[in-house]
């Protein structure tokens, strides 16, 4: 999957990255495409060299990412206010718009996010985020769309 990420923080600063997911590992890049970061399985790599090579910075134990995994699905069970409407338009295309609010697990801050789902594959085709940590909102907005055969690289082979 290939998506393009646009936060804006209080006060109206913006960021944009890009990202290329395969599965568990993700490559994060600057708005013009420049490899910055890179998570594969259990490995979190940074690069200084537009991705020529990767410098492994953090290995996560089992354990960490065990309680990773169970603070997720803490989230998901502890959800509220979860709305779908079905059938909506987006950009041409019929989706189903979720709406969910929830708890951060390790901070407990709290997040508003909406998800338009395309039906039959599940493919989240855009999502927004919105927190509001100590009454600095922060707004992601995710645009998204299926990579074929695209995959993040793997510094190790």
């Known amino acids: 999957m290939r ?3 646009t936060t804006t923080m209080a006060g109206g600063l913006k960021m944009v990255n890009l990202g290329l997911t395969e599965g568990k590992n993700h490559l994060t890049m600057d708005e013009n495409g420049v490899p910055v970061s890179l998570f594969r399985e ?3 790599y ?3 060299d ?3 090579t990767w410098t492994l910075v953090q290995t996560y134990s089992p354990e960490v990412m065990a309680q990773t ?4 699905a803490s989230q998901a ?3 509220t206010n979860i709305t779908c409407n079905y059938g909506v338009d987006l950009d041409g295309r019929s989706v189903n718009h979720f709406t969910v609010d929830y708890a951060i697990y390790n901070t407990g801050t709290p ?3 909406e998800y338009w789902v395309e039906p039959e594959t599940g493919f989240a085709w855009k999502a927004r985020t919105v927190t509001d940590p100590g009454g600095n ?3 992601i907005e995710q645009v998204s769309e299926p990579a074929p055969g695209e995959s993040p690289p793997d510094p190790d082979n």
Do not use: M, P, Q
């Open 3 to 5: 998506s393009r990420s």
């Open 42 to 44: 259990d490995k979190f």
């Open 46 to 48: 940074t690069t200084a």
């Open 50 to 52: 537009k991705g020529e």
């Open 69 to 72: 995994r169970e603070g997720l």
């Open 77 to 79: 069970e502890n959800a």
């Open 111 to 113: 997040v508003h996010s």
């Open 137 to 139: 909102e922060i707004i």
